[in-house]
């Protein structure tokens, strides 16, 4: 477009200037927000990928249906990784999630119409599965329903986001703008004003000007006519103290990234990619962020696939969240040697610690205890005394 094209550009057909015209159209870009939930949904979903669901019949570790059910194959099209990526994702963006049962295998509802009674059950209808809508009604205790918070986090993330992303983009067209080479040709421009002669004037100076303006030439050059003046009105040649830098709009993405970590309660550091501290980052993500959602996931399969007596009795399900963690070896030698000493560890459960396979021999389920411990009750004179 040439300059003089460019500047009627902003004129209506009636000649008049509008605002609307005239300045930038600001379009919120969404993919900075899209990234950083995107990120976290991977980092939570990825953390539960790695707790085993233990299932325990009266008290004692066994690996039962439920147990293939949750650690292996939810159902047929689904591996437990990418149905838990599944349901996390479901519980970011849309706040609840609902699982139903159909031939002992577990399916994540796409769409449902839930209706809520205070005396009564639940009911679900319009339950659709992929490209299957169900015909049928589901009560609560039909189905497994997962709700994230009381009210809808992503709301409000989106509400913050249209503001501040307009903001984003007005900042890369301010960089832009202060950035870009703007001159000024200053001459003798009376002739006739009709349209083949201005053609002729852009094809001159725009033929010119591209080349000098390539940053891929190793040299150019400019004929100026005699009676031209050019001059350089770019924000860094006009005295300008602060130009628009490319880190002020890092900052605002940054500022962005920030928002949805405190929003998820994920550390901002891991939300990043920071490596300091990641010990106390790992510890604060486990309590604040992990530990919940696997608590709402337990509740909801112990209450809806064992009874009550079954769960007093001890028959439950467990997540083990200490597998989120990668520790060393000799790190946890010293904790596990004190552990087996008391009695509160196995070898197998040692072993199962480690991420090995349990030695199927009874002496490896038994507990033992160091000497070096007596009962208080025996010690003479009740004062504790030398072993």
């Known amino acids: 477009m040439g300059l003089f094209n460019w500047v009627k550009s902003f004129f209506g ?13 600001l379009g919120v870009d969404f993919y900075y927000k899209r990234l950083a939930v995107e990120t976290c949904i991977d ?15 009266k008290g004692k570790s066994v690996r039962s249906e439920n147990y293939y059910l949750l650690n292996v194959q939810p159902n047929k099209n689904q591996n437990a990784s990418q149905f838990m990526h599944s349901l996390v994702s479901k519980l970011v963006f849309n706040n609840e999630c609902l699982v139903i049962m159909q031939d002992d295998q577990l399916y994540m509802a796409d769409d449902f119409n839930r209706k809520e009674f205070v005396m009564r059950e639940n009911f679900y209808d319009g339950v659709t599965v992929g490209d ?7 009560r609560e205790s039909d189905v497994l329903y ?4 009381d009210k809808n986090i992503m709301r409000a993330i989106d509400g913050m986001y249209d503001s501040f992303g307009k903001l984003i983009t007005s900042s890369m067209n301010y960089y832009k703008r202060k950035n870009n080479k703007r001159l000024l040709i200053k001459g003798d421009f009376l002739r006739a004003q009709d349209d083949e002669t201005q053609k002729q004037i852009d094809a001159m100076f725009e ?7 390539d940053p891929d030439k190793q040299g150019s050059a400019f004929q100026l006519q005699d009676g031209y003046v050019l001059e350089d009105m770019s924000d860094g040649n006009q005295g300008a103290s602060v130009n628009g830098s490319s880190r002020d709009i890092a900052a605002l993405v940054d500022d962005i990234f920030n928002y949805i970590a405190m929003a ?23 309590m604040f962020c992990i530990n919940p959602i696997a608590e709402l996931i337990v509740d909801e399969f112990n209450r809806k696939m064992y009874s009550k007596d079954e769960y007093l009795e001890r028959t439950y399900l467990k997540i083990d969240t200490t597998k989120i963690k990668v520790i060393d070896i000799t790190d946890l030698a010293p904790s596990v040697d004190k552990l087996f000493a008391v009695g509160g560890l196995s070898i197998n459960d040692i072993l199962e610690l480690l ?8 002496w490896a389920d038994e507990r033992y205890v160091t000497k070096n411990y007596s009962k208080a009750n025996e010690l003479e004179g009740g004062e504790l005394s030398g072993t």
């Open 13 to 25: 057909r009636d000649g008049t200037l509008t605002l609307s015209e005239c300045f930038f159209e």
């Open 43 to 57: 980092l939570i979903a990825n953390s539960l990928t790695r707790c085993e669901f233990q299932t325990f019949e």
């Open 132 to 138: 299957l809508t169900f015909d049928k009604t589901f």
């Open 264 to 286: 998820f309660h994920v550390p901002r550091g891991l939300l990043k990619g920071d490596v300091v501290d990641i010990e106390k980052q790992i510890d604060g993500f486990l």
């Open 207 to 213: 033929g010119q000007l591209k080349n000098w303006f």
């Open 355 to 362: 991420g090995k396979e349990p030695i199927n021999e009874k």
């Open 146 to 149: 997962f709700r994230l918070n």
